[in-house]
């Protein structure tokens, strides 16, 4: 199994970058059009993009303030069976690093490629929530 794997350093909160990928309100902001859930163990988020992209994830670990893990369960089939994991290691006062992975890809796609260049836009687009305050809400392509 492969895995997409960044490092971002957020001048932020350890508090406020866990609230921004684990609450809907978080997600809406900088990744998602409609997101719902809870970050509770087993509980079900729905991560809405349109309706052709409408994906649901259990949470498969949360460690409140550190870390939290997302199971893939309905999504694009390249994305079935994936993993998202954000982690918060805290560097000082208001600096933090954001420790993002992708994992459990069953094969070296186009999808892979194309989706490791999107994370990387989407956790810009969080970075700049968190420092400037920019919601980017997801925007269909039409």
Do not use: Q
């Amino acid at each position: 199994m492969i895995g997409i794997y960044h490092d971002l350093t957020i001048i932020s909160s350890a508090e406020k970058i866990m609230t921004a990928v684990v609450t809907p309100e978080g997600f809406n902001s900088w990744w998602t059009k409609e997101c719902s859930g809870n970050p509770v163990v087993g509980e079900i988020y729905n991560f809405y993009f349109d309706d052709e992209y409408n994906w649901f994830a259990s949470v498969l670990l949360y460690e409140p303030g550190e870390r939290i893990e997302y199971a893939m369960k309905e999504t694009s089939s390249d994305w079935e069976g994936t993993s998202l994991s954000f982690c918060v290691i805290t560097k000082g006062d208001s600096e933090c690093l954001l420790r993002f992975e992708h994992t459990g890809w069953k094969e070296l796609t186009d999808n892979f490629r194309i989706t490791s260049y999107c994370w990387v836009n989407y956790l810009n687009n969080l970075k700049r929530y968190l420092e400037e305050g920019v919601r980017t809400p997801y925007a269909s392509k039409a």
